[in-house]
């Protein structure tokens, strides 16, 4: 949840000292916990997330998070701990997902019940 805080923030400071405001721009994440918690009232959440969330809502629109599957997540490969020698031929790991070139990106429903709205994290 953290790094989603940290994207929110980067991508509202790139889109101000680059003045984009007409680009559609897509915010990915791996994980659909998170996601389901940002399209979720802040208040039905523990007060940690929440406050989170709520920098993310405020900073972002809904609409642009995205689900990234594992198999389509070459950050992946790191947090698996694979050696630099295997990495060196994922074609994943240096030109990224394939869907990245094509003309629509998919768009995974993303469930907000996905979690009870008690879950502690």
């Not at 996601?35 to 989170?52: G, M």
């Not at 594992?70 to 992946?76: A, I, K, L, R």
Request: charged fraction near 25%; include cysteine; glycine fraction near 2%.
């Amino acid at each position: 949840m953290s790094a989603a805080v940290l994207l929110a923030k980067l991508i509202t400071k790139v889109k101000s000292d680059i003045q984009l405001e007409t680009a559609n721009i897509y915010l990915w994440r791996d994980s659909m916990i998170v996601l389901s918690w940002i399209r979720k009232e802040p208040y039905f959440l523990k007060t940690f997330v929440a406050n989170r969330i709520a920098t993310i809502q405020d900073l972002t629109k809904v609409q642009p998070w995205r689900h990234v599957s594992s198999e389509d997540n070459p950050v992946d490969f790191i947090s698996r701990g694979m050696d630099p020698e295997k990495l060196v031929s994922k074609k994943l790991w240096f030109e990224g997902p394939t869907f990245l070139t094509e003309r629509e990106y998919p768009n995974r429903g993303i469930s907000t019940s996905v979690i009870r709205d008690d879950f502690i994290c």
